[in-house]
């Protein structure tokens, strides 16, 4: 992805990107960011050559539709880009860590498989629109994936279609969060439906450079992704708990939840499973897995056939006092 900057700090922008991408981080999420700053500067600061505190503190108005932790992810990258500066001898005022602070975890949704099931169902319906020609075949494939292999939604996004051996389906994930690379196994069913769509994909676009492409040349844009979510979501009726709607993360949590239940439903011992798991997900440590592990009664009994009913017996009754 490639930002033509334009402000007073263009030419320090595309060094500080250079220097990145050098290093090795995958940075386009951050370029957005970063493209956005310089479009303010240019608007608002178009003499400006020198990062002041005035033009930070311009950038760093939280907005309404901000979480805690979107609003620090936003300011991050000119925190950063000003550090940069002043190791490159230039005067810049650094934004306070303080000022954005984490947002409280969410609580994740678990989808039952019916609801994945619809969802999947109302992705299949979208239609290609002139100027996103594969729109209508990218789009249906993410959300399987997320779902079907536990990926983080910029994980997907990120794949080139070296990335993808189809011949004995497998995704080679790079520098994903803790700059780790992981291989992930796709099932079969969902190795031949990617199968099915590179096929077509590359009939429209025989030289894309990312496995799922957006306008053209471009990286499907995880924001393209959220807004058709997020129309989904509402025609689903798809409420969330306690005020925190569903959102497309949650799919590696259902994925990590739906497979211990399985296990549970097949006797896999689980002490030998997780390792499995957690090794699939990219995580160092078995913490880490449990984290994206949840109890939801009604999908539990269901998908493990465990019947919460059969253990009320063993439970003594207590009388209460009034």
Request: hydrophobic share 35%; aromatic share 14%; glycine share 4%.
């Amino acid at each position: 992805m490639r930002y033509d900057f334009k402000s007073g700090f263009a030419e320090m922008l595309r060094k500080f990107v250079e220097q990145k991408c050098t290093m090795g981080f995958s940075y386009d999420s951050n370029k957005w960011i970063l493209n956005c700053f310089d479009e303010m500067c240019y608007a608002r600061y178009p003499s400006a050559n020198e990062l002041t505190k005035n033009i930070c503190n311009d950038w760093a108005v939280k907005k309404s539709t901000e979480s805690g932790t979107s609003f620090r992810n936003r300011i991050s990258p000119v925190r950063e880009f000003a550090k940069f500066l002043i190791r490159n001898g230039e005067q810049a005022y650094v934004i306070p860590t303080d000022l954005a602070k984490k947002s409280a975890r969410h609580l994740p949704y678990i989808y039952s498989k019916d609801e994945v099931v619809a969802i999947w169902e109302e992705f299949d319906k979208l239609s290609p629109i002139s100027y996103l020609p594969t729109r209508h075949l990218v789009l249906p494939a993410i959300i399987r994936v997320l779902y079907c292999c536990g990926l983080r939604p910029i994980e997907a996004c990120r794949l080139t279609p070296d990335d993808a051996d189809l011949s004995c389906g497998k995704l080679f994930i790079r520098e994903s969060k803790g700059h780790k690379d992981r291989i992930v196994m796709m099932a079969d069913d969902v190795a031949d439906y990617m199968r099915g769509y590179d096929n077509k994909v590359s009939k429209i676009l025989p030289n894309r450079k990312w496995f799922f492409p957006g306008a053209y040349s471009d990286i499907c844009n995880n924001r393209w992704l959220n807004t058709v979510f997020r129309d989904v979501r509402k025609k689903l009726d798809l409420c969330g708990i306690n005020g925190s709607l569903p959102r497309l993360y949650d799919f590696r949590h259902t994925m990590a939840t739906h497979r211990l239940y399985e296990w549970i439903h097949d006797g896999k011992d689980l002490n030998v499973m997780l390792p499995y798991l957690s090794a699939y997900m990219g995580h160092a440590q078995l913490s880490d897995t449990y984290y994206y592990i949840h109890l939801v009664p009604e999908q539990f009994q269901a998908m493990t056939g465990i019947d919460f009913s059969r253990f009320e017996e063993l439970l003594p009754e207590v009388a209460y006092d009034d």
